[in-house]
C-alpha cells in the first residue's frame, strides 16, 4: 500500500483574506495555522502534501505558505479552477466562487493515485486526529467497500462567538461508522443553546451541544477521487439553475450518496481537540491565545521549523 498523502484545500483563501500576504500570523514567530497542521500531520507519519490553490494566487501562496513547507514535506500543487467542468457545462455569467470541496478534491485528480487525507488550509485540529487518520489509511483498503474514515469533533468544541458557521452535522452507527451527514450552512450560539437556520434567521432549531461534526478532515482512498469526478455533472444539472452563482460541490454530499449506496463505510474517529479558526476577525485573539498555551504546555515547540 502506498504511503498516504496529505491534500490541503487552499483556493479560497485569498478571496477570504483578501490576499494572502494579509494572513495574520498565530503564533511567536510568524507561524500560521496552516504550518500547525503541517506540524501535526509530518509528526504523524505524511511526508508528502497536495495544496489545492487557485492558479491566480500561486505566486503568493509560494511566498507566504508552499516555499517555506517545502523544506519540511514534498509539497505539489493542484489548481481549482471554475472552468474545469464536465463536458456540456459552462460557467455561469457573475460566477467567482470556487465550486465546494468535492471539486476541489478532483482538481487533484492527476496527484493523487493512493490513500490521503483532507483538511481545510485555515483549520486548526490538533494533533491526535492526524495520528488517528495517517494509522487509520495505513491500515485499511477498499475490500467489499470503499473503506474511509473521518475525525468527528464535538459541536460545542468547533463554534465561535463572533457569528455564524458551517458545519457537517453527522449521525452514526451503533458500530461507530458514518449513518449520514447533513451540512448546516449557518449555525450560530445562541445563548446557551446552538442553533442552526436553512432560511435566513426567519426560524431557528437547536442542535445538542455534543452532536458530532465535520470539520473536513476525512481520510480516503483513491477511489472517493473517481467518484467525485462521476457525479459531479448530475449535481450540476441538480443544482445549478437554482443557484448558478452560489451552489457548492460538498465533501459531504458524495460521501452520503457512497454510504446511501451501500458502497462506502466511514469510520468515525473522535476527537478529543478542540478547532481553532480566525473564521472572522475578532476570533484571532482566541486562536493566538490557544496557541500560546499549547506552545507553554509542550505540545508545540516555539519555533516549530526550526526544532525539525
Known amino acids: 500500500m502506498k504511503?498516504?498523502?496529505?491534500?490541503?484545500?487552499?483556493?479560497?483563501?485569498?478571496?477570504?483574506?483578501?490576499g494572502l500576504k494579509q494572513i495574520d500570523p498565530v503564533g511567536a514567530h510568524g507561524q500560521l495555522i496552516i504550518d500547525y497542521s503541517i506540524f501535526d500531520a509530518r509528526r504523524a507519519g505524511f511526508e508528502t502534501v497536495i495544496f489545492i490553490i487557485k492558479k491566480d494566487i500561486e505566486a503568493d501562496f509560494k511566498e507566504a505558505i508552499g516555499d517555506r513547507l517545502s523544506k519540511i514535506m514534498d509539497v505539489k500543487y493542484a489548481y481549482q479552477e471554475l472552468e474545469d467542468l464536465p463536458q456540456g457545462f459552462a460557467v455561469p455569467q457573475g460566477r467567482t466562487k470556487p465550486w465546494g470541496t468535492s471539486h476541489a478534491v478532483f482538481a487533484a485528480r492527476n496527484l493523487i493515485d493512493g490513500p490521503f487525507a483532507v483538511i481545510n488550509a485555515d483549520d486548526y485540529y490538533g494533533p491526535q486526529a492526524f495520528q488517528d487518520i495517517y494509522t487509520y489509511l495505513c491500515n485499511h483498503a477498499d475490500a467489499e467497500k470503499y473503506s474511509y474514515c473521518m475525525a468527528g469533533y464535538l459541536l460545542k468544541n468547533t463554534v465561535t462567538e463572533?457569528?455564524?458557521v458551517?458545519?457537517?452535522?453527522?449521525?452514526?452507527n451503533p458500530n461507530g461508522t458514518l449513518a449520514n451527514v447533513t451540512e448546516r450552512t449557518h449555525i450560530e450560539i445562541k445563548g446557551d443553546t446552538i442553533q442552526y437556520t436553512e432560511d435566513g434567521g426567519a426560524s431557528w432549531n437547536q442542535l445538542p451541544q455534543d452532536a458530532v461534526v465535520s470539520m473536513n478532515l476525512w481520510g480516503f482512498t483513491q477511489s472517493f477521487v473517481t467518484e467525485t469526478g462521476l457525479r459531479f455533472a448530475a449535481y450540476?444539472?441538480?443544482?445549478?439553475?437554482?443557484?448558478?452563482?452560489k451552489c457548492e460541490y460538498f465533501l459531504?454530499?458524495?460521501?452520503s450518496k457512497l454510504i446511501e449506496e451501500e458502497k462506502a463505510s466511514v469510520k468515525i474517529l473522535p476527537s478529543p481537540d478542540k478547532w481553532y479558526g480566525v473564521t472572522y476577525k475578532q476570533d484571532k485573539d482566541t486562536v493566538v491565545k490557544a496557541i500560546a498555551q499549547k506552545t507553554a504546555e509542550g505540545l508545540y515547540p516555539d519555533n516549530l521549523w526550526q526544532a525539525v
Request: hydrophobic residues 45%.
Open 3 to 18: 504511503k498516504p498523502v496529505l491534500v490541503v484545500m487552499a483556493a479560497g483563501m485569498g478571496s477570504r483574506y483578501g
Open 236 to 245: 450540476l444539472k441538480e443544482n445549478l439553475a437554482g443557484n448558478p452563482l
Open 162 to 164: 463572533s457569528g455564524s
Open 252 to 255: 459531504p454530499f458524495v460521501v
Open 166 to 172: 458551517a458545519r457537517g452535522v453527522c449521525n452514526a
